[in-house]
């Protein structure tokens, strides 16, 4: 994104957004692919999914009142977009920080996965009910139609039995014919394009996209998910924060500096503060400040918000910029101090384990 703010028309005006709008917007859709891909719907039933979801919820109503009381809200859509900027989670970011650690199927690892879902999918309906440009009502008809549809192909896998395809697929998904990644593109762009004629932002898409492909990904699922993270994270996605890094009005943070860390701040408080409260009985406080720090973490859903609100008119593009300037800074700071703190966490573990077991029968113990 940095890079994107260099070469854009802010900085050294070399290219802008428009040069790279249909690899951004695949970048995009890459990267809530990945997410929708790691969420298991059913996950969102169990006790951590409705924890998550009241966390949500309150955060939205603390995210109203902000807005209400410190943002713009000339209209109810002004408002709306206020309210859900500040209760997003970049679950496309964390997931793979978690990964790369070791943590993600750990306890910690679970609830943060839990409530990232919540946090992308959630403002991502929202979205498409109250910012989209047909009434509520309609949108509702349209997100309920777009709903059967994902579970129809959901569904389809189970009830289609073609073992000569499946043979033909599994016979063609390495090499040059890598079917499976294909079929995997078609999808993508084919909920893209449906999401988009409904009316709806194309991240629903990309992430419903996700959930769909992991009920139906045939053949060697390891080796296509290790395939999908190469084109996604080496090819697409950076395209995408690059072109939002081009698109951003530096000037507006240059003028108004102290903008973006305060919404990191009410970000942080609106976002974060529910996830302390609602899992203070099932986490230790260690991990749970850590859940709330990943899970203020915000990016992706925040930069299509803002792009919508304000080609609506619904937000500023000060406010807009301020906001994506605080979910750079979001990305930059809380994973890191989450990392820290767990990484304190397993060093102290490890001095524990060192001083009960120590050398024993005169063996010396080289670290």
Avoid: C
Avoid at 82 to 89: D, R
Wanted: aromatic share 4%.
């Amino acid at each position: 994104m940095l890079g994107g703010v260099v070469i854009g028309p802010e900085l050294l005006d070399v290219a802008g957004p428009d040069d790279v709008v249909l690899l951004s917007d695949l970048g995009m859709g890459f990267l809530f692919l990945l997410a929708g891909y790691e969420l298991e719907p059913s996950v969102l039933r169990e006790r951590e999914g409705r924890r998550a979801g009241g966390a949500w919820l309150t955060s939205l109503l603390l995210g109203a009142l902000v807005a209400f009381l410190l943002l713009e809200h000339d209209t109810v859509h002004a408002l709306a977009a206020g309210a859900i900027a500040l209760t997003t989670t970049a679950l496309g970011i964390v997931l793979p920080i978690l990964r790369d650690a070791g943590r993600l199927g750990t306890r910690l690892g679970r609830t943060v996965l839990v409530n990232g879902a919540v946090g992308e999918l959630a403002p991502i309906v929202a979205m498409a009910l109250l910012l989209g440009t047909r009434q509520t009502g309609a949108a509702a008809v349209l997100l309920v139609l777009f709903g059967a549809v994902a579970i129809g192909l959901s569904a389809l896998p189970a009830r289609v039995h073609a073992p000569a395809g499946l043979r033909l697929l599994e016979a063609s998904e390495h090499g040059t014919g890598q079917s499976t990644l294909r079929l995997t593109v078609l999808l993508l762009v084919s909920l893209l394009a449906t999401a988009a004629a409904m009316g709806f932002d194309a991240v629903l898409g990309a992430f419903v996209g996700g959930m769909v492909l992991r009920r139906w990904a045939p053949g060697d699922v390891r080796r296509l998910e290790e395939k999908l993270d190469v084109v996604a994270w080496g090819i697409f996605i950076p395209v995408f924060f690059v072109s939002s890094g081009m698109g951003l009005d530096v000037d507006s943070i240059v003028a108004a500096p102290a903008l973006p860390v305060l919404l990191l701040v009410l970000m942080l408080l609106v976002r974060g503060g529910p996830v302390l409260f609602f899992f203070r009985r099932d986490l230790p406080a260690r991990e749970r400040v850590q859940t709330a720090l990943y899970s203020a973490t915000a990016l992706p859903v925040l930069v299509a918000l803002t792009e919508l609100a304000v080609d609506d008119g619904a937000m500023s593009s000060r406010t807009g910029t301020a906001l994506v300037g605080a979910g750079v800074l979001s990305v930059i700071i809380l994973p890191m101090v989450a990392s820290r703190l767990g990484r304190d966490r397993d060093d102290a573990a490890l001095a524990a384990d060192r001083r009960t077991d120590g050398p024993q029968d005169g063996v010396v113990e080289t670290v």
